[in-house]
């Protein structure tokens, strides 16, 4: 979670002492992770020069701090002073784990999948103009989306929800079928061709590499504060260097750091956020030949769980190795799944007694380990309704044999059995629909209400993947703003959804080599541009070739030797579920809506209106924590008076 107030840059001057009376100038000002900054991008026209953070216990935060000179550097480092107390705390504070990444950048060429509204590449340059209703069917042959996707003429979009002649992943609204009654997107454009933000490269012991003559380069800066840590307000500072053919320049950079006496759950708390984010155990194809599979595991599930999206997989066909659900625990996973048990049509004769032989050894294993309340079996992924007697053959027999253990899947229905032998229901947070207000329920609002007062035990979580594509609704992609990323999450609170599935963090790691070199993100030159291809989806063509969902199913890259990398977009979305967190402190109305709605709705109050204003979000999230404290500090007033 970011918390930065934005941006004046301020060019400080150092002198170097070395033999020639040379002037260097570094210009540097933060900026939140929420704010995509492109390498050869301007300064902003107001910035800011000091690092401020707040954060809970047990959090990370997030920041970059975007340098820019008109000489090359190299070996550009950080080094992070103890924080100091306020108060009459410790003077020296050090358990703040400091650590940063350098920004580096993917080449993304303009998708068929989706469009876009706004230009985050260069925000100077404007989207082509408007067209009229008129020009945009009598530019689209008929049979195809507005927004240049190829055309599907079998109509099996959207588990049959689209017209035939329409395409995978467009809006009914946006296909040109008689351009009678359509409302094709005007301002939608292809997305802009050329380099964005995304993964963050490790940096050597030496420092950031280089940084060439006037190339913007964030480093990112994350903070993380553990559990035991003394809430308080503290002031500290970072250092940043570099090297220079006249020498070394430096420039401090101030830090205002607030740990809050609020504590984050933990990953697998009862009230804790719950996640389903896929990530395929097979890494064998991007480590050193004979690496341990166990190995590779270590590598990832901390990693992924650090981020607050411990490891998982939806699609397992089988059962994964004891020793990994065992790693899987560790990391604090909250559900791990057993299998994909589902089929939809006819189900192959004894495919049933094979599921429920399959599960047998593997319950009474977890039940020995302790973790049989962790377990859950995955099915019937994006299935039509019309399959529902498959759900209840497959899904009703497992819950008759194993009643102790869930039943998930993602169903975009429009109706819902209450008897559905269900637990854990995903829809897509788009099919949600819109509303004027949040305090107007949709129609699949009062579906989710009747669902979850059905029966004991059932949830209700969201989902996202390629869709929604159309550019008005949040999305991930890396073209996208960044924000975007993080206000799912507030969404999620404003209407106390409290789980969240993706159906994969990194699809690439299956895709070579066949779709792609089975090689580690590279630097280019020795600089932040990278040579990994960020179209992850769908096919060889679409990601050799352009054409391709950039960044669709993927949060993370490989690094050296098959270790993991992050991106800005993970980041995101893990200062998006710690948000989450905080918000469900406050609670929620007997309507499932957030306590925190009248804040929530100041910057988001459904999927296509939201604000994708940094510094309003985190003021917003400050209050939150102001209402909190207001109301611990009630209670313990409270208790005073009564005791």
């Not at 097979?282 to 599979?293: L, N, Q």
């Not at 625990?329 to 049933?352: E, L, R």
Request: aromatic share 12%.
């Amino acid at each position: 979670m970011t918390t930065i107030l934005l941006v004046v840059v301020v060019a400080f001057t150092i002198c170097s002492a070395h033999a020639f009376n040379f002037e260097e100038k570094v210009s540097f000002w933060i900026a939140p992770i929420t704010t995509k900054v492109m390498h050869d991008g301007k300064t902003p026209a107001t910035t800011t020069t000091e690092i401020d953070i707040a954060g809970m216990l047990g959090e990370c935060e997030r920041v970059q701090i975007v340098t820019s000179a008109a000489f090359a550097r190299t070996n550009t480092k950080l080094t992070f002073a103890p924080l100091q107390s306020d108060s009459d705390l410790p003077n020296s504070y050090e358990d703040v784990t400091w650590s940063y990444k350098q920004q580096g950048y993917v080449y993304a060429k303009p998708s068929t999948h989706y469009s876009c509204i706004k230009n985050i590449l260069n925000p100077n340059i404007p989207p082509p103009p408007p067209k009229n209703q008129s020009q945009i069917c009598a530019d689209t042959p008929r049979g195809q989306c507005t927004t240049g996707c190829p055309a599907n003429p079998k109509g099996e979009c959207g588990g049959g929800k689209a017209p035939p002649g329409s395409c995978n992943m467009c809006e009914c609204n946006h296909m040109n079928t008689t351009c009678n009654n359509n409302k094709p997107c005007a301002e939608c454009h292809p997305c802009l061709e050329g380099w964005y933000p995304d993964p963050l490269l490790d940096v050597p012991s030496s420092g950031i590499p280089l940084i060439p003559a006037d190339f913007v380069q964030p480093i990112y800066v994350e903070a993380c504060i553990p559990y035991s840590a003394m809430p308080g307000n503290y002031t500290g500072t970072v250092t940043l260097e570099s090297t220079t053919s006249s020498g070394t320049v430096t420039n401090t950079i101030d830090i205002n750091f607030e740990i809050w006496n609020i504590s984050i759950p933990k990953l697998n708390d009862t009230n804790a956020f719950n996640t389903a984010f896929r990530f395929g155990s097979d890494m064998s194809a991007w480590y050193p030949v004979g690496t341990a599979p166990l190995q590779m595991w270590q590598d990832w599930m901390p990693f992924l769980a650090r981020h607050r999206v411990p490891a998982d997989d939806i699609y397992l066909e089988s059962p994964r190795p004891t020793a990994e659900y065992v790693e899987l625990a560790s990391t604090g996973a909250k559900w791990m799944n057993m299998m994909d048990a589902g089929k939809k049509g006819t189900i192959p004769p004894g495919y049933v007694d094979d599921v429920i032989k399959t599960l047998t050894p593997l319950v009474q294993n977890m039940t020995e380990l302790g973790f049989i309340d962790k377990m859950y079996v995955y099915g019937f992924d994006e299935m039509p309704e019309t399959f529902n007697a498959s759900v209840y053959e497959i899904f009703g027999t497992i819950k008759k044999a194993f009643p102790q253990i869930k039943t998930m899947a993602v169903l975009d229905w429009q109706t819902f059995p209450a008897d559905l032998p269900l637990d854990i229901w995903v829809d897509e947070y788009a099919d949600y629909g819109l509303s004027n207000s949040y305090l107007q329920p949709t129609d699949k609002e009062k579906l989710r209400q009747n669902w979850l007062s059905s029966g004991k035990g059932h949830q209700f979580w969201w989902y996202w993947c390629i869709g929604p594509s159309d550019p008005h609704w949040m999305n991930t992609f890396i073209e996208r703003p960044g924000i975007e990323a993080r206000l799912l999450y507030w969404l999620t609170a404003l209407h106390t959804v409290n789980g969240m599935l993706y159906y994969d963090v990194a699809i690439w790691s299956n895709q070579c080599p066949k779709e792609r070199p089975c090689e580690p993100v590279g630097r280019i030159n020795g600089t932040a541009l990278t040579n990994f291809i960020p179209a992850t989806w769908n096919g060889a063509d679409n990601v050799t070739g352009g054409g391709g969902a950039n960044g669709d199913g993927s949060f993370t890259y490989p690094g050296e030797g098959g270790k993991p990398l992050g991106s800005i977009r993970l980041s995101n979305i893990a200062d998006g579920i710690e948000d989450w967190e905080l918000f469900n402190k406050l609670g929620a109305t007997t309507g499932a809506i957030s306590n925190a709605a009248d804040l929530i709705a100041q910057i988001v109050t459904n999927g296509t209106n939201f604000n994708d204003n940094p510094l309003l979000l985190e003021n917003l999230r400050r209050q939150v924590k102001i209402c909190k404290t207001k109301n611990l500090d009630f209670i313990l007033f409270f208790l005073q008076m009564v005791f």
